[in-house]
Structures are given as C-alpha cells and as structure tokens.
C-alpha cells in the first residue's frame, strides 16, 4: 500500500479559492467516506484548516488514486476539474511521507514553527479513527509524523522564536495601534482558533477581553479561562463600539461583522479576521480609522519573511534535521515490516519440516528413552535455528534499504514461500509484539517447541 498526498494551501493557491475549497463538519466525514468507498483507496484522512485542505489516501495504484481524490475534491468544492487542478500538489510514496513531516514540524505553515498545526493533524487522525477511514498504514504514517512534530517543538527554538497566526496578528495590531496592553479586545468564536487568540491576548496584557459566540455556554467556558465575559453574537454591534481589537475565528460561511455594525468611530479599530470563509465583510477597509487584516492580506504581504521569521534560520536548520531524521527512520521500519510476513512464513515451514522428520523417525525408532529422543529433538532445532538465523537478520536489514523487497522476494522464491499462506499468516498475528523475529524462545512456544533456550543462536 502506497501513500499519496493531494492538496492545495497558502503557497499553491489563492486564499479566496481556497476559502471555497475548505471544507469541515458532516460534508468533511462524507468526503472520508467517498474517498474510502472509492475502488482506487483504500484508507483516507483529511486535514483541513484555514491554510490548507490535505488528502492523504492509501491506494495500490498511483493514477487510480489520483484520479479518484482530485475529481471528489472537486465535487465536494463545487469547483470545476480545471479550475482546481493549477493549484493542487500531488506527492507519492517516500515524498509523501516527507511532506507530513514536514507540515507536522511547522516548516509548511504560513507562519513558520507554529506549533497548532498538530492539533489539527490530531484532529484529522481522530476523526479518520471513528469514521473508520483510516487503517494500519495511515495510523502509523500520522502518529509518527505527530512524535516527529512533538521532538520537534521539545528540542529546538523553532516554537518559541516562532509565532502563531495569531502572534503576528497582534503584532500587526501594535503598528496600528500601539501598545496593547490595557486594550480592549473582542473575539467572535469560542473554537480551538478562539481559544488560541484569547489565551494569546492575555498573556500580552489585553485585560479587558469578551468572548462572543453563538452558543453562550461555550462562550462563558472561554471567558473564564481568560478573566473575561461572555456575550451573544447580537451584542457584537454594542461590543465593537467599545473595542480596540476584534479577533475572528468562526467561519461558518457568514458575515459576523460588516460596515454597519462598527459606524463612526472617534479612535482605531483594528480587526484579524482569521477565519475562512472570512468571517469579516472586506467593506469595513473604506471605513474611517479602521484596519482589516485577513488571511489573504496576510498571504499577499508575506507576513512569514516580514514578522515571524527572522533570527530563526538555526532552530529552522534543526527542524529540518529531525525531519530528514524521522522520515529515514519511519521508512525504514516499513521496509522492515514488508519482509516480516516472509520470515515468519520460512520460520513456520522449517519448523513444520522438523515436526514432521522428527514424528518419522520416533516412529521408526520407537524403543528409544524419553531423554535420548528430547536430545536428538533439540539438536535438530538447534541446527535448522543456526541455519536459519543469519538470513532472517540479513534479510531483514537488507529491507530496509530502498530496493530491498527484491530480497525478500528472492528469498519467497529460493524456498518456494507463500507469506499469504493461513499457517504463515496465523503465526504472524501470534508473534504481534515480539521485539525481534530472532526471539527464538517465544518462536518454540508459539509453534509448540517448548524446547530450552538456546543462547548461541540469539542475537
């Protein structure tokens, strides 16, 4: 099975195509659930945040599977083939692999090192798990790429030197504004991005913060935490005329604020609008003293080279080596594992053959006492166990490397192994959670040799 990764984000496209690509809530589950009843796909997980809309798809096939998540990407947003396909990135296989990684350190997002991108990958394996789309192949793919990001963040500055979206978004404010501690702020939301905002706000001294949002009791849950108040999203209008600081976060796909609800104003009013769909009618610029920042602005005047980015390139270099690091390891494990049903399928036959050689001879020589036959027993597994032990541990190195299933198939070949076979296969499931094939004692146990250890044949 082979990972393929299609999408489209902040660098491929423009942000008002890919406010209409977004997608969230049940038409996200149906879109896992169209991808997975696809012939082409066989396991689907999509991260789908403000800066990027990801398909990740186990597919045996590299066309099929294209073809088959590009044109459900296109269905589901309502946009023609043609006009989507300039702006989507495809990567396959090892590339694939690299690319989560890489999102999942933080080196892919708007604002280089921010740390929420895995929450939302999180989130995204999450609900992949409870629909039922993602499998054994893109569980492990996303939990390593989550630890990856993890020791990322842990062992280097790139988190701290780094900002969040919202970060950069108040540093634009004190351009505008000047300091603002003291300020008081309004956010229109009560999600993860609100929580962010709001916890981001008070650490910088913003006192006065209400938090407005369709369901109250979410509303008060978050102004607790922060100190502040709740309010209804009616009492927006009365909310802006005394804010200095509005922070959008709903993107439900309707306007939260437009010209008419800030009017007159006799002092500035700057407004982060970080939703999409935007939350903010573009209108409320042509207003007197007032800034709107968007996603969009953000991405047309490369808020990443301009704020977050400077006197980070150490910590940058670092992530990348983690990266390169735990993308060499998680490839190499899955070599690894490639060759393990034909192991365990050379293992099983031999130890038929033993079992079978040994009942001919016990019965041709039946006089024999119960410790002469438990010695000539435990020789001829020690010798087929030394035989066998030198190519199952280069075999299994061999794997590892690019290329390396030509060695497990020459091995299928040379003794006539069927790794598909139910002995095989049964085996295999019993030995799940053995460190090594090589632990011969649990190999006896399992397959009915309960003969001693043997220590020489043991790596």
């Known amino acids: 099975m082979s990972i393929l990764v299609v999408g489209l984000s902040h660098r491929t496209t423009p942000v008002a195509l890919l406010e209409r690509v977004t997608i969230g809530g049940d038409a996200l589950v149906k879109l896992l659930h169209d991808l997975q009843a696809d012939e082409n796909v066989s396991e689907a997980l999509v991260v789908s945040t403000c800066n990027r809309v990801e398909v990740y798809a186990a597919v045996d096939r590299f066309h099929g599977g294209l073809g088959a998540v590009t044109n459900l990407l296109a269905a589901h947003s309502g946009l023609p083939h043609e006009r989507l396909a300039p702006h989507l990135y495809v990567h396959y296989e090892e590339r694939a692999v690299q690319h989560l990684f890489t999102v999942a350190c933080g080196l892919d997002s708007m604002v280089v090192g921010e740390g929420q991108i895995l929450g939302q990958i999180r989130a995204a394996l999450r609900l992949a798990q409870e629909e039922g789309t993602a499998g054994t192949t893109l569980n492990e793919l996303a939990q390593h790429a989550l630890r990856a990001g993890k020791r990322a963040h842990a062992d280097t500055g790139i988190d701290r030197a780094g900002a969040s979206l919202v970060g950069v978004g108040l540093t634009l404010a004190e351009r505008v504004l000047g300091p603002i501690a003291g300020r008081r702020a309004l956010v229109v939301g009560a999600g993860s991005m609100s929580s962010l905002s709001a916890a981001t706000l008070s650490r910088a001294g913003v006192t006065d913060i209400v938090i407005a949002n369709r369901t109250r009791e979410r509303a008060e849950r978050l102004a607790e935490t922060v100190g502040g108040r709740a309010a209804d999203l009616a009492a927006i209008p009365a909310e802006l005329a005394g804010a200095d600081l509005v922070i959008s976060c709903v993107g439900a796909g309707t306007r939260t604020i437009d010209p008419e609800m800030i009017g007159d104003r006799d002092r500035p009013l700057f407004l982060l609008d970080l939703a999409l769909p935007h939350d903010v009618d573009p209108g409320v610029r042509d207003l007197p003293g007032v800034t709107l920042v968007d996603l969009e602005s953000m991405q047309q005047d490369g808020v990443g080279d301009d704020?977050?980015?400077?006197?980070?390139?150490?910590?940058?270099?670092?992530?990348?080596?983690?990266?390169?690091?735990?993308?060499?390891?998680?490839?190499?494990?899955?070599?690894?594992?490639?060759?393990?049903?034909?192991?365990?399928?050379?293992?099983?036959?031999?130890?038929?053959?033993?079992?079978?050689?040994?009942?001919?001879?016990?019965s041709r020589l039946p006089g024999l006492d119960g410790r002469t036959r438990d010695e000539i027993t435990q020789t001829v597994r020690r010798v087929v166990d030394k035989l066998l032990h030198e190519p199952t541990v280069r075999v299994k190195r061999l794997a590892a490397a690019p290329g390396g299933d030509q060695y497990a198939e020459a091995l299928r070949e040379l003794f006539g192994l069927d790794p598909n076979a139910p002995d095989a296969v049964s085996c295999l499931d019993r030995l799940d959670g053995l460190e090594t094939l090589e632990n011969l004692d649990s190999l006896r146990s399992l397959d009915g040799m309960r003969s001693p250890k043997s220590p020489e044949v043991e790596r």
């Open 307 to 362: 704020v977050a980015d400077g006197g980070r390139a150490e910590a940058i270099r670092e992530v990348w080596r983690i990266v390169t690091e735990e993308v060499t390891a998680y490839l190499h494990a899955e070599r690894a594992a490639l060759v393990t049903p034909t192991v365990v399928a050379l293992r099983s036959k031999a130890a038929g053959v033993v079992e079978a050689e040994m009942g001919r001879l016990m």
